[in-house]
């Protein structure tokens, strides 16, 4: 076997996409329903409220995750079916030109971008975590992650001649670095809400 072989980002971000759409439109689907609930009745609790840190209830009844006076999930139900489009598109073969993928990188990064604000939202104004969120969360950044390694690969993305060392060490450590990423913002939630946590230890 050849350790030395280089990962397919083609064959990875096709998958990455796919299984990113489908679960950020599952996540949805159960914010949104739980939306509808709380709605319907203002003392109704999800499922997923847990604790008074772990509380979708107090995330999705906050108005801080609004965009245009709609809730964040139903713009999940949105987007997330365009993610699960073009990754069955690209399992079966297709191939896209530079333009497209270029799109579709903005599209990730708008993406993160809005769900990073969402989180911080999340810690800093409401004081809890959504699940399903972070979830959400997690599906977004790796698929900007992989769409970007693909697109610096594939030369879509140019990077300065300085930077190659740089550019090949992470195109081989890409899932070191993305697990390292995720450890990073773990260890930053405990640290906020080590108020609570911290009692149990």
Not at 10 to 36: E, H, K, M, N, P
Not at 148 to 166: A, C, D, T, W, Y
Not at 176 to 195: A, G, R, S
Request: overall charge positive.
């Amino acid at each position: 076997m050849d350790k030395t072989k280089k990962p397919n980002f083609t064959r990875i971000v096709s998958w990455v996409i796919l299984i990113a759409g489908i679960v950020g439109l599952f996540c949805s689907l159960i914010l949104v329903y739980d939306q509808v609930k709380i709605w319907q009745n203002p003392s109704y609790q999800p499922t997923c409220s847990l604790n008074p840190v772990v509380s979708c209830g107090s995330v999705i009844s906050s108005n801080t995750g609004h965009i245009f006076g709609m809730p964040a999930p139903f713009l999940g139900l949105l987007t997330f079916p365009i993610l699960i489009t073009l990754g069955l598109m690209l399992v079966r073969g297709v191939r896209f030109k530079k333009q497209v993928w270029l799109l579709i990188e903005a599209g990730s990064a708008g993406g993160f971008l809005f769900a990073t604000w969402l989180f911080f939202i999340s810690v800093y104004q409401v004081n809890a975590l959504c699940p399903f969120c972070i979830v959400t969360d997690v599906v977004v950044f790796t698929a900007l992650w992989y769409v970007s390694l693909h697109n610096i690969e594939q030369g879509f993305i140019r990077l300065p001649v300085l930077m190659e060392k740089i550019r090949a060490y992470v195109l081989k450590h890409h899932l070191d670095i993305l697990l390292i990423w995720f450890l990073l913002v773990f260890i930053f939630i405990m640290h906020h809400f080590w108020y609570y946590y911290g009692q149990f230890f």
